[in-house]
């Protein structure tokens, strides 16, 4: 079995005095994908997350394992890395031979991607959730039972993954590496948060604008539709509330959100809407709640379409007054100036 070379990491790095629990949930999780292009081609990738940094990560086109923080080789020497990543080049093609041989048995077509999720999740009350997961093509295949220490089917009517069960299930030694090492889990977790502490702690302001979506077809007394931009945020959890005359609006058709979605560079972004009436003559605001924040809120109010109506009325005029303005200063100038050097008169 591959899957849980993988993890060995944790459990070399295990500490030996307990380090606290984190005041919030954490997730240790290393994700594998496996793609098997044909009985000769296959590529595979794998990644570990704490929470949502990803800690290392590994493509084995050269199954190399690579350090994507700082601070993510600590608990492991040179040598370590270096015996895992060759137990996992070894582990590897054993573990395609055996799919390839499942595959061909089972009348498999090509091609076939194979997922897995291995890890833990610890809560702030000090208990903990061991998993692991995989997947065939994105649906549920098999997952390890870590009370009972057996492999179940996750559908009960697949034959592919029954046939998967009770393979896993015959072999013993892979099962109590995998108990082994999810019951190491938790411990790796909290040694990770601690030497990751800064990073899980990182804080990045949300920046929010506040603009409207022209309704559907000009004239139509469509709802005008508000949209609150917040972007740039970190650590995920953000409240994000529209005000009407300083009230909050209470949830319905009216409103809608985007949901927390990530940026490029492991920052979030949400985008909330608000549907309002055309000829609506209430205040509207928008207010974003993150930790970075301090305990203070960003408010951004929207600015009414007549004020930005008015503005335009306003620049306009005063532009066409200083063009106006401009060109009586010339044309004033220029007859002066013909004056100035005009034959026969001279300068004052
Ligand atoms: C297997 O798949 C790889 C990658 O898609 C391709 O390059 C190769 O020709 C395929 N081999 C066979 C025997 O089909
Ligand atoms: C501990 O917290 C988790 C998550 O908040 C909860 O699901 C679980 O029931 C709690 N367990 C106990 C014993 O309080
Ligand atoms: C909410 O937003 C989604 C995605 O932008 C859109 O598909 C859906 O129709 C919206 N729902 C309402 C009630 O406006």
Same mark, same amino acid.
């Given at each position: 079995?591959?899957?849980?070379?993988?993890?060995?990491?944790?459990?070399? %790095?295990?500490?030996?005095? =307990? !380090?606290?629990?984190?005041?919030? =949930?954490?997730?240790? /999780?290393?994700?594998?994908?496996? &793609?098997?292009?044909?009985?000769?081609?296959?590529?595979?990738?794998?990644?570990?997350?704490?929470? #949502?940094?990803?800690?290392?990560?590994? #493509?084995?086109?050269?199954?190399?394992?690579?350090?994507?923080?700082?601070?993510?080789?600590?608990?492991?020497? !040179?040598?370590?890395?270096?015996?895992?990543?060759?137990?996992?080049? *070894?582990?590897?093609?054993?573990?395609?031979?055996?799919?390839?041989?499942?595959?061909?048995?089972?009348?498999?077509?090509? !091609?076939?991607?194979?997922?897995?999720?291995?890890?833990?999740?610890?809560?702030?009350?000090?208990?903990?959730? /061991?998993?692991?997961?995989? %997947?065939?093509?994105?649906?549920?295949?098999?997952?390890?039972?870590?009370?009972?220490?057996?492999?179940?089917?996750?559908?009960?009517?697949?034959?592919?993954?029954?046939?998967?069960?009770?393979?896993?299930? @015959?072999?013993?030694?892979?099962?109590?590496?995998?108990?082994?090492?999810?019951?190491?889990?938790?411990?790796?977790?909290?040694?990770?948060?601690?030497? %990751?502490?800064?990073?899980?702690?990182?804080?990045? @302001?949300?920046?929010?604008?506040?603009?409207?979506?022209?309704?559907?077809?000009?004239?139509?007394?469509?709802?005008?539709?508000?949209?609150?931009?917040?972007?740039?945020?970190?650590? /995920?959890?953000? @409240? &994000?509330?529209?005000?009407?005359?300083?009230?909050? +609006?209470?949830? %319905?058709?009216?409103?809608?959100?985007?949901?927390?979605?990530?940026?490029?560079?492991?920052? $979030?972004?949400?985008?909330?809407?608000?549907?309002?009436? !055309?000829?609506?003559?209430?205040?509207?605001?928008?207010?974003?709640?993150?930790?970075?924040?301090?305990?203070?809120?960003?408010?951004?109010?929207?600015?009414?379409?007549? *004020?930005?109506?008015?503005?335009? +009325?306003?620049?306009?005029?005063?532009?066409?007054?200083?063009?106006?303005?401009?060109?009586? &200063?010339?044309?004033?100038? /220029? @007859?002066?100036? $013909?004056?100035?050097?005009?034959?026969?008169? =001279?300068?004052?």
């Amino acid at each position: 079995m591959l899957l849980p070379l993988l993890l060995l990491p944790w459990a070399w %790095g295990a500490l030996a005095a =307990s !380090p606290p629990v984190p005041p919030a =949930s954490v997730t240790l /999780r290393l994700l594998q994908i496996y &793609v098997f292009h044909n009985a000769s081609s296959m590529d595979m990738e794998g990644m570990a997350l704490l929470g #949502d940094l990803e800690t290392h990560s590994m #493509d084995c086109s050269t199954c190399k394992i690579r350090f994507r923080q700082p601070w993510a080789q600590q608990g492991l020497t !040179p040598k370590q890395w270096q015996d895992l990543e060759l137990l996992i080049q *070894r582990s590897l093609s054993d573990f395609i031979l055996k799919v390839n041989r499942g595959a061909q048995q089972q009348g498999m077509g090509y !091609p076939f991607v194979i997922q897995g999720s291995l890890g833990c999740e610890l809560h702030p009350n000090g208990t903990s959730r /061991r998993f692991y997961d995989a %997947g065939v093509n994105g649906e549920d295949f098999i997952s390890f039972d870590a009370d009972t220490g057996k492999w179940v089917a996750r559908q009960g009517d697949n034959v592919a993954a029954l046939y998967a069960r009770d393979l896993l299930n @015959r072999d013993k030694g892979a099962a109590s590496v995998i108990q082994f090492l999810l019951r190491t889990c938790v411990n790796e977790l909290k040694s990770f948060v601690q030497h %990751g502490k800064e990073s899980l702690e990182r804080q990045e @302001r949300p920046v929010a604008v506040v603009f409207a979506r022209a309704p559907p077809q000009a004239g139509t007394p469509a709802p005008l539709l508000l949209v609150c931009r917040v972007t740039g945020f970190y650590p /995920r959890p953000i @409240r &994000v509330a529209w005000l009407q005359d300083g009230e909050e +609006v209470v949830a %319905g058709w009216w409103l809608n959100s985007s949901g927390i979605l990530p940026n490029a560079d492991l920052t $979030y972004q949400l985008r909330s809407s608000l549907a309002v009436g !055309p000829g609506d003559q209430h205040s509207y605001a928008c207010r974003v709640e993150h930790s970075s924040l301090g305990g203070q809120s960003l408010l951004i109010p929207w600015e009414q379409t007549r *004020r930005w109506g008015l503005g335009l +009325v306003v620049g306009i005029t005063l532009g066409v007054v200083t063009i106006a303005a401009v060109a009586v &200063v010339l044309w004033w100038s /220029r @007859r002066r100036g $013909y004056q100035d050097v005009g034959p026969g008169e =001279s300068s004052p």
